[in-house]
């Protein structure tokens, strides 16, 4: 049985705010599937298309520079992507990045834990945590649906001070925790490589969850 932390602790203590995708879980496989299933000519292996991803290149720039496709064939690619991407049988593919499990494990006791992801349907994020048997290590799930930024989601969801820290793998976290003043910290385990997570600034960058200790 999971040990939760009374409210009137947790309100005393720091917070966690956690990145989901490529932070907590790896989506990689379901991307690139998806990739691969919108555009069927794609010669790209798994490891070539992350390569690629790795270095910052948007969508665009794989679909334009790799597939020569047109703007209108990107805005086609693009609507189908958002509306496919999240659907429950592919996110069932999603698996816990090494050491995912037993850092939420051992930092829920610790201290109060908010997960902060850009996903687009809040009702399958939390279904999917849940799944992953998470549920119970969270205060909030906090969800942006494509409308907001993840400081501005925060920002109007919980409480937070520079005593907090953010965790994300992608240079949109590490700037939204500045902007909150939290300390941010970039893990190598998602899409972006060691020297762009760098690029940002971040207080720390480790290769993944499972290497973070509670600041003294």
Do not use: H
């Not at 998806?34 to 794989?62: C, H, N």
């Not at 049988?89 to 109060?112: I, N, T």
């Not at 972006?192 to 973070?212: C, G, H, N, Q, T």
């Amino acid at each position: 049985m999971r040990r939760r932390l009374s409210s009137k602790k947790k309100n005393r203590m720091a917070r966690l705010f956690l990145d989901f995708d490529g932070t907590l879980i790896d989506p990689r496989p379901r991307l690139y599937s998806l990739f691969q299933e919108l555009a069927p000519e794609s010669q790209l292996s798994f490891d070539e298309y992350w390569r690629i991803k790795r270095g910052r290149a948007t969508q665009r720039d794989v679909l334009r520079g790799y597939l020569n496709y047109s703007d209108a064939q990107i805005a086609v690619f693009n609507t189908a992507w958002m509306q496919k991407i999240e659907e429950p049988e592919r996110l069932s593919g999603d698996k816990p990045l090494p050491g995912a499990a037993d850092f939420l494990a051992r930092m829920s006791k610790k201290m109060p834990l908010y997960l902060v992801t850009a996903r687009q349907n809040p009702a399958r994020a939390r279904q999917q945590v849940d799944g992953l048997g998470w549920g119970g290590y969270f205060t909030s799930l906090l969800v942006t649906a494509q409308k907001a930024g993840k400081d501005e989601v925060i920002r109007l969801n919980a409480e937070f001070s520079p005593r907090d820290t953010l965790i994300g793998d992608t240079g949109e976290d590490i700037v939204a925790g500045k902007k909150l003043g939290l300390r941010t910290v970039a893990v190598c385990s998602g899409i972006l490589s060691r020297d762009i997570l760098a690029e940002y600034k971040p207080d720390m960058i480790i290769d993944s969850v499972a290497a973070f200790e509670v600041p003294e």
